[in-house]
């Protein structure tokens, strides 16, 4: 088992960036890829990004794509997400999540353990 929990959300404007974080703790955590989910306010979860066990492939949502960048640091058992030119409708609860293993990155079912999300408000 492994527990998550994320740090790094707040209010900034639009064009700013922001750092998330997620800490992993119990269970080795190279043994899990990771990914990055949202939610917004009556919207379903979105897939933002995921990365595998060794950190070397990622993948990224098209509304992020080449804004940002999901990396991953085992030695200190932590996944970042640097998030760049913020739009508002980046607004919402990012969570990260852990995975065994998986075939459908994108895919909340895929992934066995959640955090809790750190609030992410970006204002026009």
């Known amino acids: 088992q492994v527990q998550l929990i994320e740090s790094g959300g707040g209010l900034v404007q639009a064009g700013g960036s922001l750092r998330l974080s997620c800490a992993a703790s119990?269970?080795?955590?190279?043994?899990?890829?990771m990914g990055w989910f949202r939610q917004a306010p009556g919207k379903e979860r979105e897939f933002v990004a995921a990365?595998?066990?060794?950190?070397?492939?990622?993948y990224y949502a098209d509304s992020v794509k080449g804004r940002f960048t999901i990396s991953r640091d085992n030695a200190k058992n932590t996944v970042y997400l640097q998030m760049n030119s913020l739009k508002p409708e980046d607004t919402a609860v990012y969570r990260c999540?852990?995975?065994?293993?998986?075939?459908?990155?994108?895919?909340?079912?895929?992934?066995?353990?959640w955090g809790q999300g750190t609030q992410v408000t970006v204002s026009s």
């Open positions: 119990g269970r080795t955590f190279i043994t899990y890829a």
């Open positions: 999540a852990a995975a065994d293993s998986y075939d459908r990155f994108s895919y909340p079912d895929e992934y066995d353990y």
């Open positions: 990365i595998n066990k060794s950190g070397g492939t990622t």
